[in-house]
C-alpha cells in the first residue's frame, strides 16, 4: 500500500515537469496559465475612465503637499489644508457632491508623477509647474492654472545683491527634484555665472542653513518666498534682514493635473476651476450662491450654476456629472478671491497688482465663458 | 509489476534520490516565478537612453570629477556614486577607529570613560539616524559665518561653509599620472620587501644591522618606499604643489574660496552622524567579542609582565577579531546602504542624485534597477573584502 | 573615607594615560551638558503640544479615535502581566519602567483624553498586581503562560480586527507612533519565521535550495530598504497578477511585505550565525538516533541556535522597528515624517524643528532601550557574556 501511494506521488510529480518541461515552443507555462485565467474571467476590461472610477469608488484620490504653507499643510486634527487642498475639495464636491469625499495622498517632489501616472491618484494637485517636459514626456495634462507664480531669489539686505549678475561665485539653497532646480542652474550658466546649488528635500535644513549664512541665496516660488520672509525669526534679524531680488528667474504656472487620454475628467476638472474664477468674477460667493440659484440674474449665471433662467432648460454641457456641479464646488469651497483670501492672504501675498488678480483688475486670472 | 514497483520503492528510501527529487521540484516552482517575474518585466519600459541627454542641475560636491550642468545625466550619476564611495571609505575607517576605542572604553577601570561609553551606545544607538543627521548639520552650522572665518595663517580656513586644508595639486606639467604609478608600484614593491624581510628574520634568524643598530623588515620598507618616491618627485620636476586654501571676496562682496581640501559641512554631518551610529554597533560586537575570550588570557598577559596597552594590542585583539568579522561587515554594508539618507542635508550622494533623475526625467524604473545594480555591486566589493580577510584571520585555530 | 579617595586618585589620575582619558571626559561632558542646557532655555514646545494626537496617532480620523484605546488597554495588560511572569523584575526596574510609563504619559496626555489614559494605567497596575497573586503552584503558572503566549500570538489579529471592523479607517489613514509599531509588529512577526526558513535553507546540503536562498538574502541585504519601498510602490504592482484585484493592495500591505522580507534577510544572516555555532557533535547525535530532518531541526538544532543569537537578533528588531521610519518614502504618515512636516504647518512654527524632532527621537529612543534592556536581561539569564 505505502508502495502504491508513494508511486502514485511520483508519477504525478514527474508529470507535472514533464508536463512543465516539454512546454510547447513559442508558448511557456506561464503563459498558459495567464491564458486560462483570462478565459476564466472572460474579457479583459477596457480601463474605464478617471471619472466613471472615481464615480463608481465614491471618493476621489488627490496628491498633495504636506509641508508647504499656504498650499498644502497637515494640520495638527489630522486634516489636510491649504490653497491646493481646497481644489481637491472643490473637485470632490463637484463630482460626488461631498467636499469630504477625499482621499488625500502626501506625496514629496520626486515621487508625484510617478504616483499619477501609476494610477495611486486620480489628481496631483501639488504646486506643480506647467512645463512642456511634464505635458508630454511625462503623459501628464495639465488643467487651468490656479496660481501664477515665479521663481524668485532671496537674499540678505546687507549682502548688497541687486541682481543675479552680482551673484557670481555665490551658493544658492534650493529644494530637490523641483524645477527650480533646472531653471536656477539654467540662469546661471547661461549668464556664464559660477554657483554652488545646496539641494535639501525638505524647508528646514535649509531654512537653518540659510539663518546661518551657509548660502548667499534662497531660491523657490516667490509665494513661498514671501511667506518664509514674514516669518523670519528676529533672532536672526527678522523680515528687515533679507530682500527678494526683483528679478523673476522663470514663470511658474502651478495647477491641477491629469492623466493623459483622460478627456472627461480632464474637462470636469478644468470647468470646476474656470467654474471658481467665473463665480468671482459675477459675485457669488459660497455665502449668497444658494440665494443666486434660486433668483439667477442672467442667463450666464443660470448655466454656470445649472439652474434654469426664468422658466428655461437646465443647460447640460455633457460633463457625466450632475449640472449643478459648480454651484457644488462654489457651496463647499467658494470662490477663487474666498479660497485665495483663506489661505494666501495670511501669507502676505496680496492679488492687487500681481498676477493673481481679476483680469478686470490687470492681472491673470481668466475664465472662458460658460456657454 | 511487483519488482518495478519494489525497486522504486527502494529507490525512494535513497537519501540521495530524494534529495534530487526535493531540489527538482523545488528548481521547478522557482523557474515558475522567476519566469513570470522575467515575463512581465519585459512588458515595462526599462531603458537607460534617457541617461544620455543634458542634465541641466548642478552637483554641489565634485570630488576628483570635473562636473558642470551641461554634462550627461550619467556623468551626474556617476558624480553621485564616487561621493557616496568617497563617504563609505572615510565613514567605514573612522566607525572601526570610533568603534574599537569605545569597546576596549566599555570594559575599562576608568569609569568615567565607561560611562561615558555606556551613555554614548545606549543615546545614539536607539535614535533614529535621520535625526541624528539633522543634528549633526545643525552642530556644523554653528561654526563661525564666512564673514568671520578663522584662518591660520593661510593654511587652515575654518568657517560654516567648511574647513579647507593644505592639498595636493597637479602643476599640469604631464608627469602627475606618472608619479602616481610609480608611488602605488613603490608601496607594493616595499610591503613585499618588508614582509620578506620579517619573514627571514623570523624564520632564519638573519637580521640586517646597521652600525649594530637592528632594522626590521618595516623599517627598511619605509624607508625604501620614501627613498623611491622623493627621488622620482623630484626627477620629474616635482608634479605635485601644495594647494593653500585662500578666502576672498569678488567685487560683488561675495566670499569664494578656493584652493585646498574641502571639508563641507554637509560631507561633516552626514560623515559624523553615520561614524557616530556606525560607531555604536561596532562597540558592542568588539565588547561582546573581547567578552567572550577566555579570562585567563588576561590574566597570563598580566602575570608575564605586559602593560595593559600591550595586552590588549598584542593578545586579546588579534584573538577577539576572529569573530568580529562577520557581524562588522554587516555593519559596513549599513553604513554603506544609510549613506543614503544623506538628501536631507543636500549632500549629492548617488540616491540623491538619481531621484532628481528620475523626477526631472518621468522614469522611476529604469533608474530604480540601476540603483540596485549599484548598491548591490558596492555591497559585494565589501563583502568580498572582508570574506578574504575573514579567512585570513580564521585560517589558524578552530 | 580615605579608602574612597586612595581609590578615586588612582582609578582617575593613576597613570598619564588615565588623567588624559579622565579630563577628555569631563570636557565632552561638560561641552554636552551646556549645549543641552542651552537648547532648553531657548526651546519653544507649542509646536509639539498642539500636534500631540498627530504624533500618535497620525491622520486618523477622530470618529475613530476610539479604536485606539482597546488596543492600548490589551497591550499593556500583555506587556505587564509578561513582565512578570517572565521577568522576574528588580524593584528597581519596576521604579524604571514606571517613570518611563509616567513621563510619556505626562508628555501626551490632553486634557480630552486623561480618563482613558487614567484606565490604561489602571489596567498596568491592575494586570500586574493580578500575575503576581498566581503564587507557585506549577499548574496555574503554566496555564498562566499558555494563556499568555496565545494572547501574544493573537495579538495582532487582534488589532487589525479592532482597527478595521465595523467600517474602519482606511490603513493609509494609520499614521504616527501607531502606525510604527503596527508595522514592526507585522515585519518582526512575519519576518522571524521567514528568516529561519531561509537560514536553514541557505545551511542546506542540497545545492539547489542553498543557491536559490543564499541569492535571495543577498539580493535583499545588497540595497537599502528606502530603495525597495520605493519598489515596491511603484513595481510592485506591475508585477503582480491582474486578478482578484492583488495588485492594488493598499500601499501599507505593500510596505508590510517588503518590510517582512527585509527583516527575513537579516534575520536569516544572524540565525545562520548560531546555526554555525553548534557543535557538529549535536547533529550527527541526531543522525544516529533517526531523528529525521524536520525533528532535528526543530527540536534540536533551532532551540540552541536561536538561544545563543538572541541578542543580535533583538538588535536586529531594533532596527527593524527604526526602519519603520522609512515609509515615509510611500506617503505614509509615520511619527518621523510628522515630526517633520509640523514646523511648517503655520507660520510661527517656523524653524522649530528640534523641538518636533527631540520627542519623535524621545519615543523612538523609550522603546529601543526597552528592546535593549531585555535584551541585556536575556543575555544574563542565559549566561552568556562571562569570560
Known amino acids: 500500500m505505502k508502495a502504491f501511494r508513494f508511486m502514485f506521488i511520483l508519477l504525478s510529480v514527474m508529470s507535472i515537469g514533464l508536463f512543465s518541461a516539454c512546454g510547447s515552443d513559442d508558448e511557456t507555462v506561464t503563459e498558459t496559465v495567464t491564458e486560462t485565467v483570462e478565459v476564466i474571467k472572460e474579457v479583459e476590461v477596457e480601463k474605464p475612465s478617471t471619472l466613471q472610477t472615481v464615480i463608481n469608488r465614491g471618493t476621489l484620490k488627490c496628491g498633495v503637499n504636506d509641508n508647504l504653507t499656504g498650499f498644502g499643510v497637515l494640520t495638527a486634527a489630522g486634516t489636510f489644508e491649504g490653497f491646493d487642498v481646497d481644489y481637491c475639495k472643490a473637485v470632490a464636491a463637484a463630482i460626488l457632491g461631498d467636499a469630504s469625499k477625499v482621499e488625500y495622498v502626501p506625496l514629496t517632489a520626486s515621487a508625484r508623477f510617478e504616483a499619477l501616472g501609476a494610477g495611486e491618484i486620480d489628481l496631483l494637485i501639488r504646486n506643480t509647474t506647467w512645463t512642456a517636459s511634464r505635458d508630454r514626456d511625462l503623459a501628464n495634462d495639465f488643467t487651468a492654472t490656479t496660481f501664477y507664480d515665479g521663481q524668485g531669489m532671496m537674499v540678505y539686505a546687507d549682502s548688497g545683491y541687486q541682481t543675479i549678475e552680482d551673484m557670481d561665485g555665490a551658493t544658492v539653497c534650493v529644494l530637490q527634484g523641483t524645477t527650480t532646480e533646472l531653471n536656477l542652474d539654467d540662469r546661471f550658466t547661461s549668464a556664464g555665472l559660477n554657483y554652488t546649488p545646496l539641494t535639501f528635500e525638505t524647508n528646514d535644513p535649509l531654512q537653518a542653513a540659510f539663518e546661518e549664512k551657509r548660502c548667499d541665496g534662497w531660491t523657490t516660488d516667490k509665494s513661498g518666498l514671501a511667506s518664509k520672509r514674514a516669518e523670519f525669526p528676529d533672532s536672526a534679524g527678522g523680515p528687515a534682514a533679507l530682500t527678494v531680488l526683483a528679478e523673476t528667474l522663470s514663470k511658474e504656472p502651478l495647477g491641477p493635473l491629469t492623466r493623459d487620454n483622460d478627456s472627461e475628467f480632464y474637462d470636469v476638472v478644468q470647468w470646476v476651476v474656470f467654474g471658481l474664477i467665473q463665480a468671482e468674477e459675477s459675485g457669488i460667493t459660497s455665502g449668497n450662491v444658494a440665494a443666486m440659484a434660486a433668483n439667477p440674474s442672467d442667463p450666464g449665471m443660470a448655466r454656470l450654476l445649472g439652474v434654469p433662467f426664468s422658466g428655461g432648460e437646465v443647460a447640460d454641457f455633457q460633463f457625466g456629472v450632475d449640472p449643478k456641479f459648480i454651484q457644488n464646488a462654489i457651496a463647499a469651497v467658494g470662490n477663487y478671491g474666498e479660497i485665495y483670501e483663506r489661505h494666501l492672504t495670511p501669507l502676505g501675498l496680496t492679488r492687487s497688482g500681481s498676477l493673481n488678480a481679476q483680469w478686470t483688475d490687470g492681472g491673470l486670472i481668466y475664465a472662458p465663458p460658460f456657454r | ?398 | 573615607m580615605q579608602n574612597f579617595y586612595k581609590w578615586g586618585f588612582e582609578t582617575f589620575f593613576g597613570s598619564v594615560f588615565n588623567t588624559i582619558i579622565t579630563l577628555l571626559s569631563l570636557i565632552i561632558l561638560f561641552f554636552f551638558i551646556n549645549s543641552i542646557l542651552g537648547f532648553i532655555s531657548t526651546s519653544e514646545w507649542k509646536v509639539v503640544e498642539v500636534n500631540r494626537r498627530l504624533l500618535l496617532i497620525g491622520r486618523m480620523p477622530p470618529e475613530h479615535e476610539y479604536r485606539v484605546w482597546p488596543i492600548l488597554w490589551v497591550a499593556s495588560y500583555l506587556i505587564m502581566a509578561s513582565i512578570k511572569t517572565w521577568g522576574s523584575p528588580s524593584y528597581r526596574d519596576l521604579l524604571f519602567i514606571a517613570l518611563g510609563i509616567t513621563i510619556v504619559c505626562v508628555i501626551f496626555t490632553t486634557s480630552s483624553t486623561y480618563l482613558w489614559v487614567l484606565t490604561s494605567l489602571l489596567i498596568c497596575i491592575f494586570s500586574y498586581v493580578i500575575t503576581s497573586f498566581i503564587g507557585k503552584s506549577t499548574t496555574a503558572n503554566n496555564k498562566n503562560k499558555k494563556i499568555l503566549i496565545l494572547l501574544w500570538i493573537l495579538l495582532l489579529p487582534i488589532i487589525f480586527t479592532i482597527l478595521l471592523i465595523g467600517d474602519g479607517p482606511k490603513p493609509t489613514l494609520w499614521g504616527g507612533f501607531l502606525l510604527n509599531i503596527i508595522l514592526a509588529c507585522i515585519a518582526i512577526g512575519f519576518g522571524f519565521p521567514l528568516g529561519i526558513l531561509f537560514a536553514i535553507g541557505r545551511a542546506s546540503t542540497l545545492p539547489a535550495i542553498k543557491i536559490v536562498c543564499t541569492i535571495y538574502i543577498e539580493t535583499i541585504r545588497g540595497a537599502p530598504l528606502v530603495a525597495w519601498l520605493l519598489l515596491a510602490w511603484f513595481v510592485l504592482p506591475k508585477f503582480l497578477p491582474q486578478f482578484w484585484g492583488i495588485n492594488e493592495v493598499s500601499v501599507v500591505v505593500r510596505a508590510m511585505i517588503i518590510l517582512s522580507a527585509f527583516t527575513s534577510a537579516y534575520t536569516a544572516e544572524v540565525i545562520r550565525g548560531g546555526l554555525q555555532s553548534i557543535p557538529k557533535g549535536q547533529i550527527e547525535a541526531a543522525d544516529s538516533l533517526n531523528l529525521g530532518y524536520a525533528n532535528k531541526m526543530v527540536l534540536i538544532v533551532l532551540p540552541q541556535a536561536i538561544r545563543v543569537v538572541i541578542p543580535a537578533l533583538i538588535s536586529t528588531f531594533i532596527g527593524v522597528f527604526k526602519d519603520t521610519s522609512l515609509v515615509f518614502i510611500l506617503a505614509l504618515t509615520d511619527l518621523l515624517q510628522v515630526g517633520r512636516i509640523i514646523p511648517e504647518q503655520d507660520p510661527e512654527f517656523f524653524g522649530r524643528q528640534l523641538e518636533a524632532l527631540c520627542v519623535v527621537a524621545f519615543l523612538f529612543w523609550i522603546i529601543s532601550i526597552s528592546l535593549s534592556n531585555l535584551s541585556k536581561k536575556v543575555e544574563k539569564s542565559l549566561g552568556i557574556g562571562i569570560r
Open chain 2, 1 to 398: 509489476m511487483n519488482s518495478i514497483v519494489d525497486k522504486l520503492y527502494v529507490l525512494s528510501r535513497s537519501q540521495k534520490f530524494r534529495n534530487l527529487i526535493i531540489q527538482f521540484i523545488f528548481l521547478i516552482f522557482v523557474g515558475l516565478f522567476v519566469y513570470y517575474l522575467i515575463s512581465k518585466a519585459l512588458q515595462l519600459d526599462i531603458t537607460l537612453g534617457h541617461f544620455v541627454s543634458r542634465a541641466g542641475f548642478g552637483i554641489s560636491h565634485t570630488f576628483v570629477v570635473d562636473y558642470t550642468s551641461n554634462d550627461s545625466r550619467w556623468f551626474a550619476y556617476f558624480t553621485g556614486v564616487v561621493n557616496t564611495i568617497r563617504m563609505c571609505i572615510v565613514g567605514i575607517i573612522l566607525a572601526t577607529i570610533l568603534g574599537t576605542i569605545m569597546g576596549v572604553a566599555r570594559l575599562s577601570k576608568n569609569i568615567l570613560f565607561s560611562t561615558i561609553s555606556y551613555l554614548y551606545v545606549e543615546i545614539l544607538r536607539n535614535t533614529p539616524l535621520l535625526i541624528q543627521i539633522i543634528f549633526w548639520q545643525i552642530v556644523f552650522l554653528q561654526l563661525p559665518r564666512i564673514s568671520e572665518a578663522i584662518t591660520f595663517k593661510d593654511t587652515v580656513v575654518i568657517s560654516n561653509r567648511g574647513i579647507l586644508l593644505p592639498y595636493a595639486s597637479s602643476t599640469e606639467n604631464g608627469y602627475g599620472n606618472l608619479w602616481i604609478g610609480i608611488i602605488l608600484i613603490a608601496i607594493i614593491a616595499s610591503l613585499f620587501l618588508s614582509f620578506y624581510i620579517n619573514k627571514r628574520e623570523d624564520i632564519h634568524g638573519k637580521v640586517i644591522k646597521l652600525y649594530n643598530f637592528k632594522l626590521s623588515g618595516n623599517i627598511i620598507g619605509l624607508i625604501i618606499f620614501f627613498t623611491i618616491a622623493s627621488i622620482s618627485f623630484f626627477i620629474l620636476q616635482k608634479p605635485y604643489d601644495i594647494d593653500l586654501p585662500s578666502l576672498y571676496q569678488n567685487d560683488k562682496g561675495t566670499y569664494l574660496q578656493s584652493g585646498g581640501f574641502e571639508f563641507t559641512p554637509e560631507f561633516g554631518a552626514i560623515l559624523f552622524a553615520l561614524v557616530m551610529y556606525t560607531g555604536t554597533f561596532i562597540t558592542e560586537i568588539v565588547r561582546g567579542s573581547i567578552q567572550s575570550l577566555p579570562k585567563g588570557q588576561t590574566e597570563a598577559a598580566l602575570a608575564i609582565g605586559l602593560s595593559n596597552y600591550q595586552t590588549m594590542t598584542l593578545i586579546i585583539l588579534p584573538q577577539a577579531l576572529r569573530s568580529i568579522i562577520p557581524p562588522l561587515t554587516n555593519q559596513y554594508l549599513n553604513l554603506t546602504k544609510n549613506s543614503s539618507l544623506s538628501v536631507v542635508i543636500a549632500y549629492p550622494e548617488l540616491f540623491m542624485v538619481s531621484r532628481t533623475i528620475m523626477n526631472n526625467s518621468g522614469h522611476a524604473l529604469p533608474v530604480f534597477f540601476l540603483i540596485l545594480v549599484t548598491y548591490l555591486s558596492l555591497s559585494l566589493v565589501i563583502s568580498i573584502v572582508m570574506n578574504i580577510l575573514n579567512r585570513r584571520v580564521t585560517r589558524i585555530g578552530a
